[in-house]
């Protein structure tokens, strides 16, 4: 299993961002896939996760609800955060997730910072 994400980067407040990650070695469509993030000195934590192969449904933190959307396209085996009016407190590296077979796969993250 492999998750390669991409399209992080500084963003003023108020801006927005498209993350992707990129998955292979699964049958990509058959698996939920899940955005964590984690911020300096704190715990990662879930941010949106799309649960079924057809992205209908999708479950996010409070957070964000309203703000991020997740999205997948089962053809590329590719999930994207869609993240608009970002704040500050969105900055943190952002992990691409999936659990094949009850163990957890992580990608590197991809930083984001939101800041004027």
């Known amino acids: 299993v492999q998750l390669v994400e991409s399209g992080g980067g500084l963003v003023q407040p108020g801006g927005s961002l498209r993350l992707s990650c990129a998955a292979s070695?699964?049958?990509?469509?058959?698996?939920?896939m899940s955005w964590y993030r984690q911020a300096p000195g704190k715990e990662r934590e879930l941010v949106a996760r799309?649960?079924?192969?057809?992205?209908?449904?999708?479950i996010y933190s409070d957070s964000v609800k309203g703000r991020f959307t997740i999205s997948r396209a089962n053809t590329k085996n590719t999930v994207y955060l869609q993240m608009n009016s970002l704040k500050p407190e969105d900055t943190a590296v952002y992990y691409c997730?999936?659990?094949?077979?009850?163990?957890?796969?992580w990608g590197q993250g991809t930083q984001v910072t939101v800041s004027s």
């Open positions: 799309s649960s079924s192969a057809d992205g209908s449904t999708n």
């Open positions: 070695g699964f049958t990509f469509s058959r698996y939920a």
């Open positions: 997730n999936v659990a094949v077979a009850g163990i957890g796969f």
